[in-house]
């Protein structure tokens, strides 16, 4: 990889190190289109939504995905200022994303997000300062490098702009704003509040989730609601799915910024049980169509899936 930047570049990269690790398993639970995802020792509930029968009250695999990109966000800036010598008391991220919602319901489209903003508000700050954090931003937070890969991401300071999604696209959307307590923001999407924490290498306590449990959840619940309400709709009797994500990435580029901290593949392992490996494969295929996280993150790096039956 550093020799492959290298070349792009034509200037030295720092010599590659073993990369990080980091996993999120979500699993159904006795109540339809809701799953518990676990990440490092926590335990959290997220729901499907109305077009794939699930209640949609908890957090759903879009509000986890805006809110990993919305809080790398706060939690870089809140580093990055400190590290200026500038800290900043108020740091709020917000982060709306476009996405063709037809998709979800039967593949015809490709629901992949096709806009993103994350708009930054930072009393206080100059606009140089400001210039300087969403520089930081952009090579240090993983989601960012991530997603910048397959949608196209506008960084706004100051005043909201006004903005409206294209005809026929919906828009979703997180808020993350930084507590009293350094590393640690609240996340609000659809009226749901939970904490998540930064991680080491900014400075955070790292004992909630973190933004990368967030992402890794919601492309695990996405799947797993997927094959859940797909197998309804073929008439498969699943009575239990699981799915692992697991993904590497450089930690370094997170510390410094010196090498790209992108996600650099999804690893998927999906536990079915109740379908033969034919059906299972059909509703592969179904995920791969309808499920807006898979196919916007398999645009930015290979997303690896086994499918096991039981």
Do not use: W
Not at 108 to 131: C, F, K, T, W, Y
Not at 170 to 177: G, K, M, Q
């Amino acid at each position: 990889m550093a020799d492959e930047e290298a070349a792009k570049t034509g200037e030295a990269q720092p010599q590659a190190a073993p990369l990080a690790k980091s996993a999120a398993v979500a699993r159904l639970s006795n109540q339809p289109g809701r799953a518990i995802v676990s990440a490092r020792g926590n335990h959290f509930v997220v729901d499907s939504i109305p077009p794939l029968g699930g209640p949609n009250e908890e957090l759903n695999p879009m509000d986890l995905l805006l809110g990993a990109q919305a809080t790398c966000a706060a939690f870089v800036y809140e580093t990055a200022s400190q590290e200026m010598g500038q800290p900043l008391s108020d740091i709020a991220a917000t982060v709306e994303a476009d996405f063709n919602p037809a998709g979800i319901v039967d593949g015809s489209v490709n629901p992949r997000l096709q806009a993103m903003r994350v708009h930054m508000d930072i009393p206080g700050a100059s606009d140089e300062q400001a210039a300087k954090l969403a520089e930081e931003f952009m090579k240090r937070c993983p989601m960012y490098t991530t997603m910048i890969r397959t949608v196209p991401i506008e960084v706004t300071h100051g005043e909201k702009p006004e903005t409206s999604a294209a005809e026929g696209l919906a828009t979703a959307s997180a808020v993350a704003r930084v507590s009293n307590q350094p590393g640690r923001a609240i996340v609000s999407a659809r009226g749901n509040h939970f904490v998540v924490d930064s991680v080491p290498p900014l400075g955070g306590p790292n004992e909630e989730r973190n933004p990368l449990d967030l992402a890794l959840g919601a492309l695990a619940t996405c799947g797993t609601f997927l094959y859940e309400a797909a197998a309804n709709e073929m008439g498969i009797s699943l009575s239990d799915v699981t799915t692992t994500v697991e993904t590497e990435f450089d930690a370094r580029g997170v510390s410094t910024g010196a090498v790209n901290p992108r996600l650099q593949v999804f690893n998927m392992k999906i536990e079915l049980a109740g379908a033969t490996q034919e059906q299972a494969e059909a509703l592969t295929e179904e995920y791969k169509a309808r499920c807006p996280v898979y196919t916007t993150l398999s645009r930015s790096a290979p997303v690896n899936i086994e499918v096991v039956t039981k």
